[in-house]
T-cell receptor, first 111, second 112 residues
Framework: ETGVTQTPRHLVMGMTNKKSLKCEQHLGHNAMYWYKQSAKKPLELMFVYSLEERVENNSVPSRFSPECPNSSHLFLHLHTLQPEDSALYLC??????????FGQGTRLTVV | GEDVEQSLFLSVREGDSSVINCTYT??????LYWYKQEPGAGLQLLTY?????DMKQDQRLTVLLNKKDKHLSLRIADTQTGDSAIYFCAESTRGSSYKLIFGSGTRLLVRP
């Protein structure tokens, strides 16, 4: 148990659906992250929030929309995804720019 | 640009030592990390080392850093079947960015 909880653990969605991934951290950290892990590719940083303000957005398509309502919660809203978006989506948190603690991930399959 | 490279696969016998290697290109890296990922799980932080250190030991884990060659290694002593996982090397430069740069991961298989 890392103190970072992601739900759901698995998600199958159609290309026309809208769904959201949720992340909650119980570590009192002030920064939260979304990473994408695809087969045979390094982890890709998608978004970073520090003190609830987005500080990094690594050229992610607009069909991925993050939301950080407070320092403990982070969402990733998904709509009109493509099959190539199927991946493991990992949430992480850190205190300032310190070491990141990861959740278990959401395994997303787009059909 | 920033890049972190690792070999893809390592197989060892139970009880032997494992050495997982990593090279990086960013000479301004401040912190270097080792993460472990078991099947179906997220990444677990194993250990990290500051760039002004050469070595760090934590129980069965030994991290060696050669800053001149930009080479990082993780040695696991007395490797157990429970150590089978993917090991990721990552580096960051704390002063400027929240970004962790990860390698592609080394899959460690421990044979009984």
């Amino acid at each position: 148990e890392t103190g970072v909880t992601q739900t759901p653990r698995h998600l199958v969605m159609g290309m026309t659906n809208k769904k959201s991934l949720k992340c909650e951290q119980h570590l009192g950290h002030n920064a939260m992250y979304w990473y994408k892990q695809s087969a045979k590719k390094p982890l890709e940083l998608m978004f970073v929030y520090s003190l609830e303000e987005r500080v990094e957005n690594n050229s992610v398509p607009s069909r991925f929309s993050p939301e950080c309502p407070n320092s403990s919660h982070l969402f990733l809203h998904l709509h009109t995804l493509q099959p190539e978006d199927s991946a493991l989506y990992l949430c992480a948190s850190s205190q300032d720019r310190g070491e990141a603690f990861f959740g278990q991930g959401t395994r997303l399959t787009v059909v | 640009g920033e890049d972190v490279e690792q070999s893809l696969f390592l197989s060892v016998r139970e009880g032997d030592s494992s050495v997982i290697n990593c090279t990086y290109t960013d000479s301004s890296s401040t912190y270097l990390y080792w993460y472990k990922q078991e099947p179906g799980a997220g990444l677990q932080l194993l250990t990290y080392i500051f760039s002004n250190m050469d070595m760090k030991q934590d129980q069965r884990l030994t991290v060696l850093l050669n800053k001149k060659d930009k080479h990082l290694s993780l040695r696991i002593a007395d490797t157990q079947t429970g150590d089978s996982a993917i090991y990721f090397c990552a580096e960051s430069t704390r002063g400027s960015s929240y970004k962790l740069i990860f390698g592609s991961g080394t899959r460690l298989l421990v044979r009984p």
